[in-house]
Structures are given as structure tokens and as C-alpha cells.
């Protein structure tokens, strides 16, 4: 729709969303933004999912924009704010997660007064943002908003920020509602590129696949899967969040971590060519300083994000081009010349894994299981696979992945950037994207309690997600951290900080779960494991399981 007329800024503003399909509005509400909130709630078309608290929003609006594969539109309450969302809005930008993010504040003419809660937004936005502004002309209002989208939306994705005074939205605005236009970025690369990539890794011996979360947004699972084939290379993720290769695919290992660096390099120290695709590298919070790689390793990097490419360590090949497009050019290149040899090689490779594959023993709990496993075990079974997860289980996600692996892209989302209390709201929010599916929600009880409120906002909106608790009455993450802090400096085991301990006094999930309005149970005993997935599968509204794992 086009609209000429001239109308109070705010009331244009929501029609530009609604224009680029940012029909949905997470937030908390506040006095600068009164008159814009009014506006949107007179507007039948669009729907603001209140929450109780902006970490809570941010979270939410980041489940759905992963859930959808767009944008989404998060609302914060100026300074203050802003400054309760910049955790989560952190994960957002380290996970590429296109959030329009607007706050708004008392106006322009105010600047020089100081008044409460006046605050430079746009510096605090602009660390944990991709693009952050403040609209201070109202002739300029739906243009700043496009740019904004505009940029949320183009790789590398992430999050943007405008401020807007309530004089700009409250001032006549004549500009047009136009759709935003969003850079098609499908590049192919150069023939002479996929020629010099497919030299450098065609006669490898050992090699070696590192992909991330920019193979998900290609959508090239399947050019991926052909590449690793064709090498018969290992594929390991890379601070990855999304299916980039189904779980089930043999040559699919695994993760390479995301906390010590010395993990990452015995992963790949014997490869004699590695193809890095959509992602960084390394990208744990302790790395390695030298680089981990053979110094004779081949390495070719292929991003759409150029920061990224040999950023950390030197590469041979770096490609500016869309992953799938490179990788299906890659495949037929490696056909034409790999030797004959080379091709038998990497056949016997490829062989060696669907045989491990197939010689593993079925998943199944054993007879000293505990209740968590039965409790996936149980949720597998019934669901036979087809739900939505999201995973911030942390030192219980082996469990979560092994009992419901991450086969389908949009199947399965693990946190992501280091925040915590993710998996709630993310819960939320991707069940407002896909009402009609399973989702599921795991979290720590340390996590959990970062954003508990996510469970009311679940309730008010009538958002049927399932959560669960895995309750081990600590930080137990911290505990396996510290563990490798003491052997690397040669300190004694001796008991853990006490900061570590959530133990007393004891938080009542299922009962938080009942006051906030959803439902709730404890899950204490293996033999009770399979009635309390029943009961929460069962249940159309929100519920969540507080399982008590004792590790």
C-alpha cells in the first residue's frame, strides 16, 4: 500500500511495518512511547505481544525472527530500557538475528534539558547492533525505518536500532509507505575462484570440513552434504545454532566448542585442507593465539561476510560469495578433477563412516537411565521426531540432541552468544512463528531464571509452548570451566565457589510455572518420566517440567 496523506508520523510508522511484514510488536511499554503504543493498539492489523520484562522481549523477538527466517520487530522503553535488553540483544548480534529494534524518548526540543532518563541511546545501542540511529527529522522518519530494515536483512544479518522522539512521531508526516527492498545477495562465484578452490583441496589426503550458521541461511544443506561426500571430509560446526547438516549424515562429527581453544585445534591440527563455509574461526572464549592448522594445510574460506574471512587466521582462498551457489559450483569442479585415486580414497572414507554409522547401537535408555532420558525418550516417541526444539540445556544438550537430533533445518535452534536465559522466551517466540507444531523449550535452572517471565507472557497470548527445567541446583557449566581453570595452572581440586551453588533456597519451577498461570510438574523418579511427557504433550496450553537431574 502507498499513502501520501498526511498523518502524525506514528500512526505511518505502523504502516510501514505492517509494509514489511512486521505485523508483530514484542515489548514493554513506557511513558516516551505512550502515543506510539496507542496508535499500534488502534490499528486492527497489528499485534503487540507484551512482556513483563525487555530481556524477556529481546528473547522472544529473537526466537521468532530464527522461527521465521525474517525479521522481527522488538520494542524497548528508552534508556532504561534498552539497557534491561543489551544482554540478549548480544546473543542476537553474535547469532546474526535481523531484530528492528526501536526505543523512543521524550523529543528532539528536550535534548539540551537533561530531563529524566535522557541518555545518548544510539552509544549504547551501537555495540550490540549492526546500524544504530536516531530519527531527529520527521520528513525522515519511514525513510531511517527502511534503511534500518534494510540493513537488518542483508548478511551478514543482525540486529539494528532506531530511536525515535515522540515530537518526530507525533509531527505530520507526508512521506510514502513503501515495502523496503533487500539486497539480493545469491552471488555466484567467479569460475576462476571455484577453479582455485577446488586445486587447493582436490588432492587432499585428510580433509576437512568447518561450516557455521551461514550454510543454514544459504539454504545449501544439501550442496554442503554433496561437497563433504565428493572429499569424503569430516564436516564439524563451528559456532553453529541451525541444521547445517542433518544429524544423521555420517560425516557429520559434531561441534568443535565453544570455550577452549586447544579442543578446536586437535580437531583439525592433522587435516591437509580445510573448507571453512558460513562461518568464523574460532570463535571460543579462551583460543588458541597461533594458529591451530597445519602450517602446510590447504585452507579455502568461503562467507558472504568478508569481516570473517581470515579475520583470526591466514587462509589461502578467501570467496565473497553466496555458500550454496559456491558449493554446488565447488561439487562439480571437484568431479571433473579429482584423480581417480583421490576419488577412491575419499569413497573409503565416506564407506568407513556409514559403517560406524550403522554399527552404533540404537538410541535407547538403558536400564540405569534417568528420568531426563526417559523423559526424551518418552517425547521421541511420541512425536517421532516432528518438533520444534530449542536448546539451552547446556550441559545436558548432548542428551537433548541425542534423543531428538537436529535432522530438519527450522527443527532445532541451540542458544547462541553466550547470554543466558535464551530458552524460554526463544520457546515463545518460535511458537507464535509455528503455531501449529511441537515446540519445546530446554533450559538450566540458572538460565531459566534470567527470563522466567516469558512463561506470563505465554499465557496471556495463548502461546502453547512446552518448557522444560533441567534442575541440577547449580551453575554446573561453571563447575566444568573451573575444573580446566585448576588443571592449567596446576591448583588443587578443592570445592566449588559457593557463586556456583543455586541449592538453597530451593526454586520451586513447576510452582513459579503455576503463579505465573501456566501449568507445571516436577519430574523426580525415572518411573514417572513417561506420564509427565504424556501430561505435558497432552496439554494445549503452556507447561512446563522441572526435572531434577542429579549429576
Not at 501520501?4 to 512511547?33: C, W, Y
Not at 587432499?204 to 561426500?229: K, N, Y
Request: net charge negative; aromatic share 6%; hydrophobic share 45%.
Amino acid at each position: 500500500m502507498t499513502s501520501r496523506a498526511s498523518r502524525a508520523g506514528k500512526f505511518k510508522l505502523i504502516e510501514q511495518f505492517r509494509a514489511d511484514g512486521l505485523g508483530l510488536m514484542f515489548g514493554n511499554p513506557g511513558t516516551v512511547e505512550q502515543g506510539f503504543l496507542d496508535a499500534a493498539d488502534l490499528d486492527p492489523e497489528f499485534r503487540y505481544i507484551l512482556s513483563l520484562q525487555e530481556t524477556v522481549a529481546a528473547g522472544i523477538a529473537d526466537g521468532y525472527a530464527r522461527a521465521t527466517g525474517g525479521a522481527a520487530l522488538l520494542q524497548l522503553h528508552s534508556g532504561v530500557g534498552l539497557g534491561n535488553g543489551i544482554g540478549m540483544l548480544y546473543q542476537s548480534l553474535r547469532g546474526h538475528t535481523p531484530l528492528v529494534v526501536v526505543a523512543g524518548d521524550a523529543g528532539v526540543r528536550f535534548d539540551a534539558m537533561d530531563a529524566q532518563m535522557a541518555c545518548d541511546l544510539v552509544a549504547m545501542a551501537k555495540p550490540v547492533t549492526k546500524y544504530a540511529t536516531r530519527v531527529t527529522d520527521p520528513a525522515s522518519l519511514l525513510r531511517t525505518i527502511r534503511r534500518a530494515v534494510k540493513i537488518a536483512l542483508t548478511p551478514p544479518q543482525g540486529p539494528v536500532f532506531v530511536a525515535l522522539p515522540m515530537d518526530v512521531l507525533d509531527a505530520p508526516n507526508e512521506e510514502p509507505v513503501l515495502p523496503t527492498v533487500v539486497p539480493r545477495t545469491d552471488s555466484l562465484p567467479s569460475p576462476a575462484a571455484v577453479g582455485a578452490a577446488a586445486a587447493l583441496l582436490a588432492d587432499a589426503e585428510r580433509p576437512l570440513l568447518l561450516v557455521g550458521d551461514g550454510v543454514h541461511l544459504a539454504g545449501a544443506q544439501a550442496e554442503l552434504a554433496r561437497v563433504a561426500e565428493l572429499l569424503g571430509a569430516d564436516v564439524w560446526e563451528v559456532d553453529a545454532s541451525e541444521v547445517n547438516l542433518p544429524a544423521s549424515h555420517p560425516l557429520r562429527r559434531g561441534m568443535t566448542g565453544h570455550m577452549f581453544g586447544e579442543h578446536s585445534a586437535g580437531l583439525v591440527r592433522e587435516a591437509d585442507a580445510v573448507l571453512i563455509v558460513g562461518t568464523y574461526v574460532f570463535p571460543e572464549v579462551f583460543p588458541e593465539l597461533v594458529s591451530p592448522f597445519r602450517a602446510d594445510a590447504r585452507i579455502v574460506h568461503v562467507d558472504l561476510n568478508t569481516y570473517e574471512i581470515a579475520k583470526n587466521h591466514p587462509v589461502d582462498l578467501g570467496i565473497a560469495a553466496d555458500p550454496r551457489a559456491t558449493l554446488a559450483a565447488l561439487a562439480g569442479a571437484l568431479t571433473g578433477r579429482m584423480s581417480p585415486a583421490r576419488r577412491t580414497a575419499a569413497a573409503r572414507r565416506l564407506a568407513a563412516r556409514v559403517a560406524e554409522r550403522q554399527a552404533a547401537p540404537a538410541v535407547q535408555p538403558g536400564p540405569d537411565a534417568s528420568a531426563f532420558e526417559l523423559f526424551l525418550h518418552r517425547i521421541a516417541q511420541r512425536t517421532g521426531g516432528d518438533l520444534v526444539v530449542f536448546d539451552e540445556a547446556l550441559t545436558n544438550s548432548p542428551l537433548v540432541s541425542r534423543y531428538l537430533p537436529p535432522e530438519r533445518p527450522g527443527d532445532y535452534h541451540l542458544t547462541r552468544g553466550g547470554s543466558l536465559g535464551v530458552g524460554l522466551p526463544g520457546a515463545v517466540g518460535a511458537k507464535l512463528a509455528h503455531p501449529e507444531r511441537t515446540v519445546i523449550g530446554f533450559a538450566g535452572d540458572g538460565g531459566s531464571m534470567y527470563t522466567y517471565q516469558a512463561l506470563w507472557t505465554a499465557v496471556r497470548h495463548g502461546v502453547g509452548a512446552k518448557f522444560v527445567v533441567c534442575n541440577n541446583r547449580k551453575y554446573r557449566l561453571l563447575d566444568d570451566n573451573i575444573d580446566q581453570y585448576w588443571r592449567e595452572r596446576g591448583i588443587p581440586a578443592h570445592p566449588f565457589p559457593s557463586s556456583f551453588d543455586l541449592s538453597h533456597p530451593e526454586l520451586d519451577f513447576a510452582g513459579l510455572a503455576r503463579a505465573l498461570g501456566a501449568q507445571g510438574l516436577r519430574l523426580e523418579k525415572p518411573g514417572e518420566a513417561a506420564a509427565a511427557a504424556d501430561r505435558m504433550l497432552d496439554h494445549p496450553g503452556p507447561f512446563l517440567v522441572d526435572v531434577d537431574i542429579r549429576i
